[in-house]
């Protein structure tokens, strides 16, 4: 829990489960209710009829169907929300699955495969440059007390 501003009104607000205000949760709630009774009763409407039946901005649709409040609704998602890379029209996310493998397999090429290979940032701790005036400082005194100590 902590302060947060509001990603649709810019509000602070004091976050809970939630990632809107209470006022904007219950504004995108009212929305979804709008939307899902008609999408329901008309399983075959298409974005235009919806915005027309429920007088809610496309704005606010595509917020909704974005955020994932819609699932289930393909056929209208697809409606609406298109591929940010290819313009192809997807039922859910930014990407298309077709572009999503092609993102993935690229950034998969980028990274090492096997995470062991890859050189460290830094050295490891075996492999460091070690002071060796402490290190023989210390072997040195661990010699010391080695021979005083009687057995």
Known sequence: MGLEN???CGKVFNRSA??????CFEREQDLFDRVSEYVYAHADAEAREVLEHTGIAQADLES???RGRLLGFERLAASVLRCQRCDEAVTRGPFCPRCAAEIKAST????PADPAKAAPTRPLPSEANHNTRRDSAHNSRADYWRTRVKH
């Open 18 to 23: 939630r990632t809107l205000c209470p006022p």
């Open 64 to 66: 909704l169907l974005k």
């Open 108 to 111: 998969a090429a980028s990274q």
């Open 6 to 8: 509001c990603p649709q």
